[in-house]
């Protein structure tokens, strides 16, 4: 990592309690400058947005790389005339879906950035974020208890299927093997000593519940943490920049059409902590 120089970014929270656009010179965050405080605001505000600094692809992972150690580093497409990797862009299809990343890991990834590269008409193609701090702080006493020790299980299998309900026998052996179900707490009882729900499309099962009571459960609080009042849409210009907390945040593309090009560039920072 580069050293941290500690001069103040300007920032401009947004209404909602989640989201910041933050204003900052290419220079500044290729050379670290600011790196201690973006790490600390990212914790801080769920969502980091930096308009109009227009990195290209070996800029965003110079940058990557000043915030934490590099997990992955790719272009995001659903469109195959795009995406030449057509598994890699059927995949994509479900990310209109509320998810995290890494759900199937240990340790998820702390933080991705993301830009854009080719954009979806109008407001298709947008990124949603929903605040999973907000939502486990709002719920009630009773059910803070009753989900402080609850285990989901989570599968890839449970994302393909809702953007394809009826796989062919190759493509379920291919996405069972890519992706074996993993369980993950519901409640991350993170190190800052603040809680968060830990959820999303993947979800399928809660261990030692009855399946169908289980799916009720996931079903009701993956529509709790994303009502409107947790959310915090992002409409993308090309020359933008996103950063989010993977650890605090659900996220989603908003529905574009698949041949519309849309293209994105997205690199993961590495995480340093295991869901608990
Ligand atoms: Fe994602």
Request: a negative charge; aromatic letters at 8%.
């Amino acid at each position: 990592m580069t050293s941290d120089t500690g001069d103040t970014l300007q920032v401009r929270p947004s209404a909602a309690g989640l989201g910041c656009h933050v204003m900052a010179a290419k220079a500044d965050l290729l050379g670290g400058h600011h790196a201690t405080q973006i790490r600390r605001l990212l914790v801080a505000h769920g969502v980091l947005c930096f308009p109009a600094v227009a990195l290209d692809d070996d800029e965003q992972l110079i940058f990557a790389r000043t915030l934490g150690e590099v997990a992955s580093d790719w272009d995001v497409s659903s469109d195959r005339t795009v995406n030449r990797n057509e598994r890699l862009a059927e995949y994509q299809k479900s990310s209109v879906n509320w998810h995290f990343d890494g759900f199937g890991v240990d340790v998820p990834e702390f933080a991705t950035i993301m830009s854009p590269r080719i954009l979806a008409n109008g407001s298709a193609g947008a990124t949603e974020f929903a605040n999973c701090y907000a939502a486990y702080q709002a719920l009630c006493a009773a059910d803070k208890e009753a989900f402080d020790s609850l285990r989901i299980r989570h599968s890839f299998e449970t994302t393909m299927r809702l953007v394809k309900p009826q796989p062919s026998e190759a493509e379920l052996e291919e996405w069972r093997k890519g992706g074996p179900p993993h369980t993950q707490p519901l409640v991350w009882h993170h190190d800052s000593g603040q809680n968060s729900l830990l959820l999303g499309a993947s979800a399928f099962r809660v261990e030692g519940m009855d399946l169908e009571e289980g799916r009720a459960l996931i079903a009701r609080l993956n529509a709790w943490i994303t009502q409107p009042r947790f959310v915090y849409r992002y409409e993308w210009e090309i020359g933008d920049l996103v950063i989010w907390d993977n650890t605090g945040v659900l996220h989603r593309a908003v529905p574009y059409a698949p041949d519309s090009k849309r293209l994105m560039h997205r690199t993961t920072i590495l995480g340093h902590e295991a869901p608990g």
